[in-house]
């Protein structure tokens, strides 16, 4: 049967040809005669495939060698944890920029292990009572930031909200270290990684499935690290054992190895972002020529390029576009429950003729209703 359109946020499309390669090695490995998911995590057939993720990352991401490349497993999520609980010593605080739902999580957890601020928020009040909503990235000049904060933390595109820093803060700017929830828009353009203490990005958006997350850091920020917590949320623990040190998730490791093979063979983080920003500006043009009818909520300097959300005039007629949808072989449409609405996430495997079937049945749907 033909291949979903699928604009899920995440697990989200991956390359057909990752797949293909998954599925035509499931049983025999490069003639091992068993699947890699059958190898043990500290043999040489497994170490290939894991050396060579961490090397395409390394090489995609264009990481320093003074950083770390780090596969953990617990998501993002559990990044929020081991953010504080790694860089954020007694006594300090850490300064959070919040910008959607995720950036809010990332805060709340801090507040668990130690002291955080909240250095910016762009949240405004939402149509239910106590319900807020992110309409944008704040301005430069609304951060207030402490100049003797742990840390800064920031989440570089929010997929529940469809908003992404376009660029971000200098060093002039935010002068402490700088740290960045990159889930949703990690390899899906070029970075300076350097700008960052540390990264940290779940996979099942970009680079592969979920169940594992990568974490760019840099050595002296790892090697810096509390010692007073269990030796397994350590990221020196990970660090000195090359992200072996319990059994990872060895079949996500391999599935981000073919996909890393094809954003390398479609011209790494610069052919993602060309790729990426044809996509948005086809949908986006859609979305304007008929604003009158699908109304995109997103301050236009921060729209994002990964989740792109919009209304239409009735919550009646958003079901009906997204069953409709459906029909047609597109997925993934409905938005958030928090917030509601459409959202298509146009994430680096979802095609350029995948927008433009979309962008066929938004036209159809919105001359029907």
Request: hydrophobic letters at 40%.
């Amino acid at each position: 049967m033909p291949r979903a359109h699928n604009f899920n946020a995440g697990p989200a499309a991956m390359p057909v040809s990752a797949l293909e390669l998954a599925r035509d090695e499931l049983l025999d490995f490069e003639g091992t005669g068993m699947s890699i998911l059958e190898h043990s995590h500290r043999g040489k057939d497994f170490d290939r495939v894991h050396q060579e993720a961490l090397g395409l990352i390394r090489e995609l991401a264009g990481v320093p060698d003074d950083y770390d490349v780090l596969l953990l497993q617990g998501g993002g999520s559990q990044q929020f944890a081991m953010v504080p609980m790694n860089l954020l010593p007694a006594g300090k605080s850490a300064d959070y920029v919040i910008t959607g739902g995720w950036s809010e999580k990332a805060f709340e957890e801090a507040k668990t292990v130690g002291q955080a601020r909240i250095a910016a928020t762009t949240a405004i009040d939402g149509a239910e009572p106590g319900s807020k909503i992110y309409r944008r990235i704040p301005k430069q000049k609304e951060l207030t930031l402490d100049p003797e904060a742990a840390y800064v933390h920031l989440t570089s595109n929010n997929t529940l909200y469809g908003t992404q820093w376009a660029s971000f803060p200098s060093r002039e700017v935010i002068s402490r270290p700088l740290v960045a929830d990159m889930s949703s828009d990690f390899l899906s353009k070029p970075i300076d990684v350097a700008r960052f203490a540390l990264i940290y990005a779940g996979a099942q958006k970009n680079i592969g499935p979920s169940g594992i997350v990568v974490v760019i850091a840099r050595k002296d920020v790892v090697a810096g690290g509390r010692t007073d917590i269990p030796r397994i949320f350590r990221y020196s623990t990970a660090a000195k054992d090359n992200s072996l040190y319990n059994t990872p998730p060895t079949f996500s490791i391999y599935l981000i190895r073919n996909v890393l093979r094809w954003v390398k063979a479609n011209g790494g983080a610069a052919g993602m972002a060309s790729r990426n920003e044809k996509k948005g500006a086809i949908l986006y043009q859609a979305l304007d020529a008929r604003a009158d009818f699908y109304r995109c909520p997103v301050e236009r300097e921060s729209r994002s390029l990964m989740n792109v959300v919009w209304n239409l005039p009735t919550k009646e007629l958003e079901a009906k576009f997204v069953a409709e949808a459906q029909k047609s072989g597109m997925v993934g449409l409905k938005g958030h429950r928090i917030t509601g609405g459409i959202r298509a996430s146009l994430y680096n495997a979802v095609s350029e003729e995948s927008v433009r079937a979309l962008v066929d049945f938004m036209d159809d749907f919105a001359r029907r209703a």
